[in-house]
T-cell receptor
């Protein structure tokens, strides 16, 4: 079992829909990261959080440390949101970042 | 936040040749990380590059195949040597900064070996 599990693996939505991507982890962490990877391969850091909730534009990330679970929400989705979204954790053990397998999001116009 | 310039963005290479990927950071960082992402898979750490010392390689990766240079605190290169089609992947460099480290990535190099 992977230390970081994401769901769903693939998600197709219509423009304007509210989207949720989930991430569960099994290790102690100092932080959780949500990353966005575009088709060219480059990765952008969307959020780093260790508790509570963060919001940036149409993106919201939440984390429940007790339940070892995080969600990434996209409100009013748009085709330009189409990308792979990756959850990663910084383990308290000092190991390097541990990545989930990513969620491929496609938003159709 | 750190800005990382990675090049080339993509390349198609012949079997048996080598490719060197460069990453330039806009600030001084202690550690730089090199990742491989095989098609449809998550990122796998190849090695950690420290300035002034040899890189630290993860299990399954060796210096002869993936030599790394780190001549200063803002620059690193990864070479993929004696390439085979199995080396076709996206390669990414990354830095982490802060007490609780935020991660920053280069634009990625999409390598195809034919």
């Amino acid at each position: 079992k992977n230390e970081v599990e994401q769901s769903p693996q693939n998600l197709t939505a219509q423009e304007g829909e509210f989207i949720t991507i989930n991430c569960s982890y099994s290790v102690g962490i100092s932080a959780l990261h949500w990353l966005q990877q575009h088709p060219g391969g480059g990765i952008v850091s969307l959020f780093m959080l260790s508790s509570g909730k963060k919001k940036h534009g149409r993106l919201i990330a939440t984390i429940n440390i007790q339940e070892k679970h995080s969600s990434l929400h996209i409100t009013a989705s748009h085709p330009r949101d189409s990308a792979v979204y990756i959850c990663a954790v910084s383990p308290t053990s000092g190991s390097r970042l541990t990545f989930g397998e990513g969620t491929q999001l496609t938003v159709n116009p | 936040s750190a800005v990382i310039s990675q090049k080339p963005s993509r390349d198609i290479c012949q079997r048996g040749t080598s490719l060197t990927i460069q990453c330039q950071v806009d600030s001084q960082v202690t550690m730089m990380f090199w990742y491989r992402q095989q098609p449809g898979q998550s990122l796998t750490l190849i090695a950690t590059a420290n300035q002034g010392s040899e890189a630290t390689y993860e299990s399954g990766f060796v210096i002869d195949k993936f030599p790394i240079s780190r001549p200063n605190l803002t620059f690193s290169t990864l070479t993929v040597s004696n390439m085979s089609p199995e080396d076709s992947s996206i390669y990414l460099c990354s830095v982490e900064e802060g007490i609780i480290t935020e991660a920053f990535f280069g634009q990625g190099t999409r390598l195809t070996v034919v």
